[in-house]
């Protein structure tokens, strides 16, 4: 037998489901679109159904796995969502000399302005920001001093989208703490979480590809708890793999795990890195709620997760001085806490 006949042998020989459409390629010259058959997508994030019975042990996974997951099912009414974008919209598409009315100072957390993740980066972003931290009544009233139903409107989308999506937030807070046999109580902070809630706006950029909407960070959050509607530009990093979109989901929120809740965990669930892309035709608006303990509140790796075997990565740190050392030292701030 030659070595060619024994080649052909193996084929004829292995057992192989393959049809007949796999050895005649396609007519390329005539396909319109690509058929689903031939698309290749990338591995994402886990989406999780929150009705889902398995949803804990997913959640638990998905954090160990990735840092960051979509939901559904979540609670928060799609008509609020909805309601919240064209609201951002309307903002952001306010005429720069109004915005300005109510830019942020620099001792500030709350207002309109760059990002503030923009002071670890050496070039400025394509990105505005504005940053609530409970009503936004005081600065609704300088953005329209004479039209107070503008004021009433905001305010209130703003304030119940806020509202709705903390107590996501909490709820997913609490299924990662059961995943690993916790519970709320296990925080002894846990009633007094707080959050900010912040729209981000990426304008159209003629040339996307010399600019970044946010360069690559983690959150210094405990969980930042996202809607995207339904333009990409989110990215998430993965090791070998390198950067993965986000895409957007109809009704979907998008979780990413904060460097706290790595701290927390001994750096069993992971801190997401990722970053925003900006596009040439359209303008998009995502909106989060930036959920953490008590600013004063010591954070250190829960006895839970540390033993002799595994003695705590970090050490004990309050939300409002990671967030100095963040702006000091941006992404190596977690390398700074390290035993
Ligand atoms: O707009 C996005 O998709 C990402 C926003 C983000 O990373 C943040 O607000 O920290
Ligand atoms: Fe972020």
């Known amino acids: 037998m030659n070595s060619n006949n024994l ?27 690509v058929p689903d058959s031939h698309e290749w997508v990338t591995e994402s994030v886990p989406v999780i159904d929150l009705s889902d019975p398995n949803a804990k042990t997913l959640i638990g996974e998905a954090c160990e796995k990735w840092g960051a997951f979509q939901v559904m099912n979540h609670g928060v009414s799609m008509e609020l969502l909805n309601q919240a974008e064209l609201e951002a919209f309307r903002f952001f598409s306010l005429p720069a000399n109004q915005k300005l009315r109510v830019l942020r100072s620099p001792e500030s957390i709350i207002g309109y302005g760059v990002p503030r993740i923009s002071s670890y980066f050496p070039k400025l972003l394509w990105s505005e920001n504005f940053t609530m931290m409970g009503s936004p009544i005081d600065h609704a009233a300088q953005l329209w001093p004479d039209q107070p139903h503008k004021q009433t409107t905001f305010c209130d989308v703003m304030e119940e989208c806020q509202k709705e999506m903390k107590a996501l937030t909490e709820r997913v807070v609490e299924l990662m703490l059961e995943s690993l046999g916790l519970t709320m109580e296990d925080l002894k902070w846990h009633s007094r979480g707080q959050c900010l809630f912040t729209l981000n706006s ?15 960070h983690t959150d210094t959050s405990l969980l930042t708890v996202l809607y995207q509607s339904s333009c990409t530009g989110l990215q998430v990093f993965q090791d070998v793999i390198g950067w993965i979109p986000v895409p957007p989901i109809p009704g979907a929120i998008v979780i990413n795990i904060g460097d706290l809740m790595h701290i927390l965990s001994n ?5 997401i890195l990722h970053r925003a892309v900006v596009n040439k035709t359209r303008h998009r608006v995502s909106f989060a709620v930036i959920y953490g303990p008590p600013s004063d509140e010591m954070i250190s790796p829960l006895t839970k997760f540390t033993n002799d075997e595994h003695p705590p990565l970090y050490r004990p740190v309050n939300w409002k001085d990671y967030i100095y050392s963040k702006a000091l030292h941006g992404n190596k701030a977690l390398l700074h806490l390290m035993n």
Do not use: Q
């Open 267 to 271: 750096g069993r669930f992971k801190n």
């Open 7 to 33: 080649i052909t042998n193996s084929y004829k020989n292995k057992p192989s489901s393959l049809g007949h459409s796999h050895i005649v390629p396609l007519d390329f010259t005539n396909m319109v679109t």
């Open 202 to 216: 990426y304008p159209m950029c003629p040339e996307p590809e010399r600019a970044m909407g946010l360069c690559p």
